[in-house]
């Protein structure tokens, strides 16, 4: 994979309700090509459930919607495909699945940076940047807060573009904030 070649890996990082989905959304739909969704939230009481279903009725039936909470190197080695463009949204619910279920985050980020380089197609992954407020007061929290910024940097490195969004603008980041952000 080079720079050269357009982006294979996108990451887009953003806060709650900045527009980083809808942007990762418009950058799938204007690549022209097959569009797959891979959601990795999971309908855990009602807010959340309704939260899905309004996601999936916005982005229409042009998108195949796989649901992993999980494994997104098996997801995204079945799924990626030159004619297609894969989706993750969002990295921070997969961190979440992964703290709750006491696997190991360390060992499943590295897999997941390993294996962007073989995949045959684009991906775009979608991810919170909630390192930028407060400290928060409890362990857990602060534990969860390192761990995402853990995540963000090592995707962040494993990308060829990065793009944050803030009140749905977004800002280039790497490769180039010279270049023009393209899918």
Not at 25 to 31: F, G
Request: proline share 3%.
């Amino acid at each position: 994979m080079t720079e050269t070649q357009g982006p294979r890996a996108t990451l887009v990082l953003g806060g709650a309700r900045s527009g980083k989905s809808r942007f990762a959304e418009t950058l799938a739909e204007k690549s022209g090509l097959q569009k797959v969704y891979v959601a990795t939230g999971a309908a855990l009481d009602a807010e959340m459930a309704d939260r899905i279903a309004a996601h999936r009725h916005q982005r229409g039936a042009a998108w195949h919607t796989i649901e992993e909470q999980f494994d997104l190197k098996g997801v995204l080695l079945r799924e990626s495909r030159p004619d297609r463009v894969v989706l993750v949204d969002c990295l921070t619910l997969w961190l979440s699945n992964l703290t709750f279920s006491e696997k190991d985050v360390g060992a499943q980020t590295a897999q997941l940076c390993q294996v962007l380089p073989r995949l045959e197609g684009t991906c775009i992954f979608v991810s919170n940047e909630i390192g930028m407020g407060i400290v928060p007061e409890n362990g857990l929290s602060r534990s969860f807060r390192d761990a995402q910024g853990r995540l963000n940097q090592s995707m962040a490195q494993a990308c060829s573009q990065v793009v944050f969004v803030a009140a749905g603008l977004p800002l280039l980041m790497k490769p180039n904030t010279q270049a023009e952000i393209s899918i």
